[in-house]
DNA sequence: GAGTTTTTCTATAGATTTATAGAATTATTC
DNA sequence: GAATAATTCTATAAATCTATAGAAAAACTC
């Protein structure tokens, strides 16, 4: 449970200057130190006593680094969300058959929440804590990737492969709402096979549970 | 949001003597009152004042229905799970075509929800911050449930309706999964029907998103 | 290495929160 | 209606939590 790797997001924002890089880089440590200490005891749950002594510093420390304890729970909330739409985008917008970007669905959200499992725990989990001012960003990278999900529905009801009477705004919920529960399921359990879940998530959404007569 | 009705799991507990009747009645409305408290701020953000506030009573006289703030929100996520639980065991008892069971099953959880929508919330999202002790009959109750739709699956295969190639575990779990999403969709939004999620639930369930061929 | 900037620490104000004890009130019984 | 039991209230102890201010330490610059 790193969460390391794209740390990019992040330092890209900051400048060149050593000062800022080092900065960024703790700051990044700081994030994921509150999103495993928000996702192991919830927002209100935990303390900032507790994602201090995460990092290895002192109470009033961590607020060099948030501002408040509702500010760090939106930082862990939007931690990497966009380059994670991002993805989304390519993938809805490669051509490839709709079994395919399917799985390909699938993989990108089980697989981002093995990496990346604290702050996507946390955001759907603990995200409505905080106040709609802080969600704005939050809510509009959520729409934007159903929004995708639903239409690479559409195309597929386009290209005769997809039940032309399935509502896409229902089905990309549910997509969603199993991968999610999906998700929460390997952060609990170790013995789960990532790769074996994603096969059987995309399954049962492409072909149901039903003998084909 | 009264979520009344079936005060008969407590009140049946209690004497017929008047004194614990009306105690009976009244500790109902005190789980009630912490399960919309609990399903509105989370178990940590809730405080006792909340939940006496609720009541219309003060928060020292909370302690005579709760021994503890802890020990209320057991009494919540447990609040007629065993009801619901048994009305799980006769669905699945009933000699009936699989198709007809599986939507008996979505209907009996979301109907549910929207009934009991405050004490399934707080079970779903809050049960975890539990310490296990308490958690045992919580734990033994949902076995049971997965249990019942494990081997309702099975016997859909014995009967050549449901593919052979499916993971009853995984598909029980991806079941509750989607209806505990919907669940939470439909606490959130009012607009929502639940007979039109029950319907395209199950049909998502069972025949998933593909055209046959 | 003196001066400057960044990072961390200590201490604390001020507000909340859970849980308990004992008094006060209300309801019930005979 | 006096005696008893149930319910609610008030007041408070003890613990905890967020956020801030200013000092101390560490890192960096020239």
New interface residues.
């Given amino acids: 449970m790193t969460e390391s790797s794209s740390a990019d997001a992040v330092l890209a924002t900051a400048n060149v200057v050593p000062h800022r890089k080092k900065y960024a880089r703790k700051k990044i440590a700081a994030i994921e130190a509150a999103a495993r200490v928000f996702a192991d ?5 935990a303390t900032t006593q507790d994602i201090a002594a995460e990092m290895g510093i002192q109470q009033g420390s961590l607020y060099y680094y948030f501002k408040s304890k509702e500010a760090a729970l939106q930082e862990v909330c939007e931690y990497d969300f966009s380059n994670y739409v991002q993805r989304m985008k390519k993938i809805c917008a490669k051509d490839q058959p ?2 395919a970007k ?1 799985l390909a669905i699938v993989t990108s959200h089980l697989t981002n929440y093995s990496q990346k499992s604290n702050a996507m725990k946390v955001h759907n ?1 603990q995200r409505l ?1 905080l106040p709609a001012e802080r969600r704005v960003v939050l809510k509009e990278l959520g729409t934007t990737y159903r929004r995708l999900l639903e239409q690479t ?1 559409a195309e ?1 009801i386009a290209q ?5 009477d ?2 896409t705004h ?2 990309a ?2 997509i ?3 991968c ?3 998700g929460a ?1 390997l952060f609990r359990d170790d013995s789960l096979d990532v790769f074996e ?1 994603i096969e ?2 995309s ?11």
């Fill in positions: 005891k919830g927002f209100h749950g709709f079994e399917m989990e804590y529905l597929g005769g492969l997809v039940r032309n399935i509502d229902f089905v919920y549910s969603i709402g199993i999610n529960s999906w399921n879940t059987q998530c399954d049962l959404i492409l072909y149901g549970t039903l003998n084909k007569r």
